[in-house]
């Protein structure tokens, strides 16, 4: 059974298994991770930035900024999910311009 998200640990919320993520590489679709930068509302605790392990966390005066790649626009679905399921306050999504492989500026 699956815990519901609001009971959830925060680690686990949003994310896709390891055995999704191969049903949709295995579709014959070339898949592509995009960057992303992801603003949210305030700054989390370590316990909160636990939940974002994938990323990398950077901290403004009023802001947590996440920086990772995303594999497919369910992922990014998941990653929205997860943000609200947590109650933060998503500020803004904006995905990079850039190859993923090489970073971006």
Known sequence: ???H?????PSTIGRRSA????RSR???????????????RGRLSEAMQSAFEEFEVS???VETILHGQVLDQAALHGLLDRIAALGLELVEVRR???DP???TS
């Open 1 to 3: 059974m699956t815990a």
């Open 5 to 9: 998200p609001a009971t959830a640990e």
């Open 19 to 22: 055995e999704s993520r191969s």
């Open 26 to 40: 295995s579709r014959g679709r070339a898949v592509a991770a995009a960057g992303y930068e992801i603003r949210i």
């Open 59 to 61: 901290t403004e005066p």
């Open 96 to 98: 990079l311009a850039g």
């Open 101 to 103: 492989a090489q970073g």
